[in-house]
């Protein structure tokens, strides 16, 4: 485990009591140095890099009085958290509609990440919410495609096959693929996959295990995503045992990957004491666990903004982090470089 500056230790343990509910992962916290308020500054700062202000809040209000931030602190919590609780209801709101839109037009959808992994946590509206996703099976989309241009969106295609465009100031995304790796890729999970298929635990599982590996891969990615796996894998525990999803997982190439995530939630987020675990982390793993912070750290919540980012600033995060994500899934890996560099 990396040795950390008392700003990152202090944002873990309160993501940490946030995420879980969980006052006891404070304990660290309160018998450490007060933070001053310049550090307390760092740490909403940080979090608002993180995408997970929501959780910090949550992590604040389970201090004892005694370790209380300062009242600015506390103000700019307080704040922040409804905004981000509305937020989360309006692109809840409108991911329900949009749904029912699909739905009474014969076109079937599944909601990916988003408002369904907030469901996962104990308190949703701890959660920031960002954009909808919807994955229409190949033979439905441009039928989906159709019906929203209809509808007389602002909207574009993007490189990856997708379809976005703006649904009362939420940005949309509909997918033909849902794991946006490839039509390889596509076959060979869907091969593995139970009898639900992309409508399975295994399936929501390994889309955020994906999700996450593109983005550290490439922009960047924050403890946000971290948490919803976090999270999720709690929600699913009993739905899909850990031996499933490890097969699964095997099957793809993935399972290198997935014994770095879990050395991080294991480390990181509290994993060992809240989340059922296939394998204890290695040294190794735990390695890979440290390595994977410092980008999340360095990189923030995908790379700051994704609205601002380029595709020179993408190739520049495949380059960047090359060494790692290549030993991690080297097919995963390779298939990503290629699709950047083709488009």
């Avoid at 604040?60 to 989360?88: D, K, N, W």
């Avoid at 701890?126 to 909808?132: E, K, Q, S, V």
């Avoid at 940005?171 to 992309?198: M, T, Y």
Wanted: aromatic fraction near 8%.
């Amino acid at each position: 485990m990396t040795a950390m500056p008392p700003v990152e230790k202090a944002l873990l343990a309160l993501v940490q009591a946030g995420l879980w509910e969980d006052a006891s992962c404070l304990d660290g916290l309160i018998q450490s140095e007060a933070l001053t308020e310049k550090q307390w500054q760092a740490v909403t700062d940080h979090a608002r890099r993180q995408a997970v202000t929501g959780l910090l809040h949550r992590g604040v209000q389970r201090m004892p009085e005694t370790h209380t931030p300062p009242f600015q602190t506390c103000a700019y919590l307080l704040v922040e958290a409804e905004r981000i609780a509305q937020s989360g209801e309006k692109v809840r709101t409108q991911a329900d509609e949009l749904t029912a839109m699909l739905h009474c037009n014969g076109i079937p959808s599944l909601l990916q990440k988003g408002p369904a992994v907030a469901a996962c946590y104990a308190d949703p509206h701890a959660r920031m919410a960002g954009d909808i996703d919807l994955y229409l099976p190949p033979d439905h989309f441009e039928k989906g495609r159709t019906f929203f241009l209809a509808q007389d969106v602002q909207g574009h295609d993007a490189t990856d096959g997708s379809f976005c465009f703006v649904w009362k100031d939420v940005i949309v995304e509909l997918h033909r693929q849902f794991f946006s790796f490839g039509n390889a890729f596509e076959k060979r999970c869907a091969a593995c996959l139970p009898a639900d298929g992309f409508n399975s635990p295994e399936a929501t599982l390994m889309l955020q295990i994906t999700h996450i590996f593109k983005h550290v891969a490439g922009c960047g990615i924050g403890l946000k995503q971290l948490c919803d796996l976090a999270r999720t894998r709690l929600a699913l525990a009993d739905a899909c045992p850990t031996q499933r999803l490890d097969a699964c997982l095997r099957k793809t190439g993935l399972r290198k990957w997935n014994r770095t995530l879990d050395a991080f939630l294991w480390t990181y987020l509290g994993g060992d004491r809240h989340l059922p675990m296939l394998h204890a982390p290695t040294r190794r793993d735990m390695a890979h666990a440290d390595r994977l912070l410092a980008y999340i750290w360095h990189d923030g919540n995908f790379g700051h903004d994704l609205r601002t980012a380029k595709k020179t600033d993408t190739l520049r995060g495949f380059i960047r982090h090359a060494a790692f994500s290549a030993t991690q899934a080297p097919g995963a890996y390779g298939r990503l470089l290629s699709s950047y560099v083709r488009v």
